[in-house]
């Protein structure tokens, strides 16, 4: 972009100031994801003057873009796979804007990627024409990463370079903000875990991942091992590299069957009770797994 048009598209920004720094206001001072995905996207709407809008993330474990919506009063979670043949999924893998007149014409869509295409089952579903689209990546200054993209739906007469200008402001904030929020959000997680859990040396407790990976872990765990690991080499590691004497065990099918099922179960070893607790997200699907282990 050249200088003269950024200096344009900073002057159509200072034009609604008032409006523009409210929301800078709010972007940067919320550490809330619901109030991202829901008032400040809002926000942005009035702004680009668009129908519909929706700030999709990224979840990299289920290969989702996924986000929350208002319905009847109450947030309701979306997803969607993130393939490139969809508009959303292609800008967030491939890192590129997407700006067409009309997502039901094909040529439009094929000089962007042979390969992208508009999904109309979503449109049949709800009534709803989809027709100007704008999507922007969000992304993590520091790294590259693409975090998730903003969606922009059916402005009179498309999107101009002016709304392309003014929401490439916005993906560099709301990637701070987002980044900002999911910390938050981790942060209160591991409170609430640490809250329930007493770290007591005669008990173990190991929480891991879905993909059974040691996310903490108490000195019990160092016990376990043998004294072969200290807690702190442990994270991060799966969990039967440092246990292989518990695989094939009546633990490594109650771990299964909570993961599958999400219900606390019990499972009796030689010397040990462990009690398998999972822990769910908003939606009710197990993220992680706490294991308390008790001498018989």
């Known amino acids: 972009m050249s200088e003269f048009k950024e200096e344009i598209l900073v002057g159509q920004l200072l034009l609604n100031s008032d409006k523009f720094f409210d929301i800078l206001n709010t972007i940067l001072s919320t550490l809330k994801m619901n109030e991202l995905l829901t008032t400040v996207v809002e926000e942005i709407q009035s702004i680009i003057k668009a129908d519909r809008c929706t700030l999709y993330l990224i979840d990299r474990e289920s290969n989702e873009l996924y986000s929350k919506v208002l319905q009847a009063d109450s947030l309701v979670e979306i997803r969607m796979p993130l393939i490139k043949n969809s508009l959303a999924g292609f800008s967030a893998l491939t890192k590129r804007i997407v700006n067409v007149k009309d997502a039901y014409d094909d040529s439009d869509l094929k000089a962007i990627d042979k390969e992208l295409c508009f999904d109309k089952r979503w449109d049949k579903k709800s009534g709803y024409r989809t027709k100007s689209v704008l999507v922007m990546p969000i992304p993590v200054k520091m790294s590259g990463e693409i975090i998730g993209v903003f969606q922009a739906l059916n402005k009179s007469g498309g999107f101009t370079d002016a709304d392309v200008g003014i929401m490439e402001h916005f993906s560099y904030l709301l990637g701070i903000a987002v980044k900002n929020a999911l910390l938050y959000q981790i942060i209160e997680e591991q409170k609430k875990l640490k809250d329930s859990i007493i770290d007591d040396i ?3 407790v190991c929480i891991i991942d879905t993909k059974k990976r040691i996310i903490s872990a108490n000195r019990f765990l160092e016990v376990m091992s043998g004294k072969r690991y200290p807690v702190q080499e442990m994270i991060g590691e799966y969990f039967y590299d440092i246990f292989p004497n518990l695989k094939n065990t009546q633990l490594e099918e109650k771990m299964n069957e909570v993961l599958l ?5 019990v499972a ?10 999972p822990n769910h997200d908003d939606t009710g699907r197990v993220k992680r797994l706490i294991l308390i282990f008790t001498r018989i």
């Open 261 to 265: 099922y999400g219900f606390k179960k």
């Open 268 to 277: 009796l070893l030689e010397v040990l009770e462990v009690k398998i607790i």
């Open 202 to 204: 005669d008990e173990g």
